[in-house]
Each structure stands twice: as C-alpha cells, then as structure tokens.
C-alpha cells in the first residue's frame, strides 16, 4: 500500500527532485498541484512560512484541492478561513513537531504534538495533538485523528522534503473543541447538563491538560433515581471522581493495572481485558476524542470512588455500582435542553452512530434553567460545524488501545 502510494508521491514530485536531495518545502509545494490551494493560503502567512521553512523535522498533513473546497463549502468554515487568526491556527493545527513517516504509523493510536499552541484555540501543554492510527490492518490506511472525532485520510504518504515529511490528507482537520461543546455536538446532554448544574463548565473547559471519562446518556439513565437525591456537593464530587488533572491520557498511555489519580484525589483503576479498556468496572466504548484541553473516553457506566466493584467483560452492560438506583430520567439535561424527547432518546444509537440534535433543542430550555442553559447552548451554537464531526464521533471513533 505505502510502497504504491510511494510511487505515486515520487512521480508527483519528480520535477522538483532534480538531484537526488528532497526539495524544500516551499518548493515541493509550490510544483504539486493537488496542494495549490494550501500553498496559496500559506502563502497569506510569510511569517509561518519562514517558521517552517526554518524548522527541523517536522510532518505537514497537507489537505488536497479537494479537501479545502469540501471544507468551504460550511458558511462557518468560509468565516473560519477569512478569519487570519483563525487561519493561522487551523494551518498550525497541520503542521506537526517531529517528523512522523508512515511506518511509525499502526494499529495503536499515537499523538503527536503539533504546532498549534496559542491558548485561544489550546491549552495542551507541548501544542494541541492529533491522533495516527493505521485503520484496517497492516496494509490498511493512515489515518488522522482531529477534533470531534474527525477522521482524515492519508492519500499519498511519505512525500520527503529538505526538513521533514508531507502527508497529503482527504479533508481538513477540525480543532478541538471545549468539553462543553463537544459534549453538547456529540449528545452527551447528562454530561454537558452535569457541568452546567455543578457550574463547572468554566473549570473543566479550562483547566490546561485533562482527561475525562465521560459517562454516556445511557450510563446517566441507569442511575437516574440516585442522581436526582444527590446535593450538588455530592454530584460535584462525584462529576470530579471522572476527571484527570494535569495529564492528558490518550487511550495508548492507559495501562493494564496502574492506578490514576482523579481530580478529587481517589484512584482510578485502569484494567484492560481481550482489548477492552475499563476504568474500574466502566467500559470505555468510544476512546480519545480530543478536546481543546486534552481527551475524552466515552464510558458505560457513572464511577463511584466508594465502588470496589470489578470490570466484568462477559457482560455488555457495566456491574451496577449505585446500589438501590434504578432506571431514571437524567436530571441534568434540564439544564441544556426543555424536553428530553430529541437529545437523550438517541443514547441507544451511541455505538451505533448518533444523529446530532437540532439546534433548536436547545435554545427552549427551561424557565430556571434559562441562564445555564443560554451558556451551553449559544456555545454549542457557534460550532455549527461540529455537527459533521460529531457524527463522525461515533461512527468510527469507538477504537481502543489494543
Ligand atoms: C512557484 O512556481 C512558479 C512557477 O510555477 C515560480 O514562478 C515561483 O518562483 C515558484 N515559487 C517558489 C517559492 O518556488
Ligand atoms: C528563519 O531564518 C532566517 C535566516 O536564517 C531568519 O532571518 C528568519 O527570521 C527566520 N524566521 C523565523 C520565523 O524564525
Ligand atoms: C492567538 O490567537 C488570537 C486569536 O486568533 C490572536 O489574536 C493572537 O495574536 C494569537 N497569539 C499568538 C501568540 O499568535
Ligand atoms: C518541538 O518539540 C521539542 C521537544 O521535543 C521542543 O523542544 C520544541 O520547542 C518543539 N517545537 C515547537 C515549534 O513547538
Ligand atoms: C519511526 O520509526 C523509525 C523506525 O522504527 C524509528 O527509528 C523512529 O524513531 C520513529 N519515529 C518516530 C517519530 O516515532
Ligand atoms: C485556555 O485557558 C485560558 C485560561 O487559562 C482560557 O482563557 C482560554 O479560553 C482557554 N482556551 C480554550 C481553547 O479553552
Ligand atoms: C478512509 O479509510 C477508511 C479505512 O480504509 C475507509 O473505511 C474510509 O472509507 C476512508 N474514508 C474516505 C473518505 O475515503
Ligand atoms: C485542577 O487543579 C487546579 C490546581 O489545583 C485547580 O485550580 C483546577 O480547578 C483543577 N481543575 C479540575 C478540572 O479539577
Ligand atoms: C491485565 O491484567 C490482568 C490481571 O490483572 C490480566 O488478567 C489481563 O490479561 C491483563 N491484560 C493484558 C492485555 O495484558
Ligand atoms: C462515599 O462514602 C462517603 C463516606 O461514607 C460519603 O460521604 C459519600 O457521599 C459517598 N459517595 C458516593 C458517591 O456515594
Ligand atoms: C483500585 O485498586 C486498589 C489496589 O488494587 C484497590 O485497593 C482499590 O479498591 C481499587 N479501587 C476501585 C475503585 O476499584
């Protein structure tokens, strides 16, 4: 595959190779065609120019023609490109510290630091990430992880230049976005409610390197009857108990039998069985969606810290730990939307694939709730196109470490 796709990258730059030496940069993209659109918009941006063609080892993930008229198809991705700031930080987001060949790409995940690192669009410590996986076995296809769960393909590999390596790549990369919003765009109405209901939707958005085990809508429904007793010390302490603080664990750093500490200072028991991840006894089911301040895993079931219940792999469902709580409406999602009809009748499909909500559940939130709501839902607004992405959330994005 890499070796056909080679040649192909070879004879799209044999014009620009006149000695054996890979070109420059800027001349291998000036010379390739399906890269002219990249090249003219890099070209709005001398300084990030001369960065690159300054640094050393670096990996360009160059979207195609096609890639960027797809893209600007979006109204809100046309304002996204005329926005120079922007701009800058989404061609940032393609340009990646260190050079990453094809053959350092597998079946296991791996992030790679990128030089996207203004705190308007990140707070990872070391620039935002993108994800590397190689997708349908050996001779399978490079592709990229983005935000939202956006998925880009790898179509001619290994192109080599002066100071690192080009990828050519099928659709523009999306940068992650806040917990919030990604939560919002990928249904998750139980968590985005929970962070509005605890007021910690500022601290969790900005909280520089976090990882968080999102419970699913369904995991939220299981217990409802014990979430709707808790005081909101309690549902904060327990919302805390899900969260990381101060790493950023993508699903290939979760090993087998070690023990994180969560932000409320209790552990987190990390066991792996037959290429299932559990996070005490949750099951992850979708893994490393990455947000704007680190990674999020979907899991099956809300953690209790005074639960000491083991991961059961047999069973689809994970082991009940709330005992006595029974199947309930969640709570929270008053605060994000009024009925619970659209965004949390689609729970079942999260492994399935999840239709996004209309925006306009979301703006009829209720009365007491209207403050909160008027938070989450105008973020959850001005990411419109997000929507894409969070389907692509669960079509594709329920890999796993193993
Ligand atoms: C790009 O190519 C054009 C001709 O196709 C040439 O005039 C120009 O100097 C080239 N620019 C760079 C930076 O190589
Ligand atoms: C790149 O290097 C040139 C010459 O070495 C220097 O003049 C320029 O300032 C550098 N650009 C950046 C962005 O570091
Ligand atoms: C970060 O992004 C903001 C918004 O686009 C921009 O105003 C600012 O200049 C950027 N900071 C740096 C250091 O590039
Ligand atoms: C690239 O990573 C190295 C460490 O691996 C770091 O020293 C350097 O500052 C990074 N470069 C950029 C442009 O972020
Ligand atoms: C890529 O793979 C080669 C060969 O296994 C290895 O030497 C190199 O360090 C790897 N590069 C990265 C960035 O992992
Ligand atoms: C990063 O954190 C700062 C506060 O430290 C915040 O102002 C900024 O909005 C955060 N960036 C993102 C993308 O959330
Ligand atoms: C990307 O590659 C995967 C795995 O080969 C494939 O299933 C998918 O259809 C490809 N996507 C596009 C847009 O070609
Ligand atoms: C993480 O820890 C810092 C410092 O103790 C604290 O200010 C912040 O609120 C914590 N964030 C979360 C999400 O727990
Ligand atoms: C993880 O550890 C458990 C025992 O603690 C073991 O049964 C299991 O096989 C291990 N999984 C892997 C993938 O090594
Ligand atoms: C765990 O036990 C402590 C002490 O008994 C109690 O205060 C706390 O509310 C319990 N937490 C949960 C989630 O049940
Ligand atoms: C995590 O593992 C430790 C050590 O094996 C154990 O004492 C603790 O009860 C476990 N915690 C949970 C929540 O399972």
């Given at each position: 595959m890499f070796?056909?796709?080679?040649?192909?990258?070879?004879?799209?730059?044999?014009?620009a190779l006149a000695q054996d030496a890979p070109p420059e940069l800027a001349a291998a993209l000036n010379s390739t065609e399906e890269l002219s659109q990249l090249n003219t918009l890099l070209g709005g941006?001398?300084?990030?120019?001369?960065?690159?063609?300054?640094?050393?080892?670096?990996?360009?993930?160059?979207?195609?023609?096609?890639?960027?008229?797809?893209?600007?198809?979006?109204p809100e991705n046309q304002a996204a490109a005329a926005d120079n700031g922007t701009l800058m930080a989404l061609l940032s987001y393609h340009v990646l510290n260190g050079t990453v060949m094809s053959m350092n790409i597998t079946s296991t995940p791996t992030f790679v630091a990128s030089l996207l690192s203004n705190e308007t669009y990140t707070n990872v410590t070391g620039g935002q990430r993108v994800g590397a996986r190689l997708v349908g076995g050996d001779d399978g296809t490079a592709?990229?992880?983005?935000?939202?769960?956006?998925?880009?393909?790898?179509?001619?590999?290994?192109?080599?230049?002066?100071?690192?390596?080009?990828?050519?790549?099928?659709?523009?990369?999306?940068?992650?976005?806040?917990?919030?919003?990604?939560?919002?765009?990928?249904?998750?109405?139980?968590?985005?409610?929970?962070?509005?209901?605890t007021d910690l939707v500022e601290t969790i958005d900005t909280t520089p390197d976090v990882t968080i085990f999102a419970p699913t809508n369904s995991a939220f429904e299981q217990i409802g009857s014990a979430l709707g007793e808790l005081t909101p010390e309690q549902a904060t302490a327990i919302l805390?108990?899900?969260?990381?603080?101060?790493?950023?664990?993508?699903?290939?750093?979760?090993?087998?039998?070690?023990?994180?500490?969560?932000?409320?200072?209790?552990?987190?028991?990390i066991t792996i069985i037959d290429g299932e991840v559990f996070v005490n006894s949750a099951r992850v089911v979708a893994a490393d969606v990455l947000v704007a301040n680190g990674v999020v895993h979907?899991?099956?079931?809300?953690?209790?810290?005074?639960?000491?219940?083991?991961?059961?792999?047999?069973?689809?469902?994970?082991?009940?730990?709330?005992?006595?709580?029974?199947?309930?409406?969640?709570?929270?999602?008053?605060?994000?939307?009024?009925?619970?009809t659209v965004a949390v009748a689609t729970t079942d499909a999260v492994a399935d694939g999840y239709t996004p909500a209309p925006s306009g559940a979301l703006s009829s939130a209720s009365q007491s709730n209207a403050e909160a709501a008027s938070e989450t839902s105008s973020a959850g607004a001005a990411r419109i196109t997000g929507a894409i992405g969070?389907?692509?959330?669960f079509a594709g994005a329920g890999y796993l470490a193993l």
């Open positions: 070796s056909k796709t080679f040649l192909a990258a070879a004879a799209t730059f044999a014009v941006f001398p300084d990030l120019l001369s960065m690159l063609a300054n640094a050393t080892d670096i990996t360009i993930l160059a979207p195609s023609n096609d890639a960027f008229s797809t893209f600007l198809q979006s592709t990229i992880i983005s935000g939202l769960g956006s998925r880009s393909n790898v179509t001619t590999a290994d192109v080599a230049v002066s100071n690192g390596v080009v990828h050519i790549i099928d659709s523009v990369l999306t940068i992650p976005q806040s917990v919030s919003d990604t939560a919002l765009l990928a249904g998750l109405t139980g968590l985005a409610g929970a962070l509005v209901a805390g108990y899900h969260v990381i603080n101060g790493s950023v664990a993508y699903s290939s750093l979760l090993e087998n039998g070690s023990s994180v500490e969560s932000s409320t200072g209790q552990p987190l028991n979907l899991i099956d079931g809300v953690l209790n810290p005074n639960s000491t219940a083991l991961p059961n792999p047999d069973e689809d469902e994970s082991v009940p730990v709330y005992e006595g709580a029974s199947m309930g409406d969640v709570p929270y999602t008053t605060a994000v939307t009024a009925t619970s969070a389907a692509a959330l």
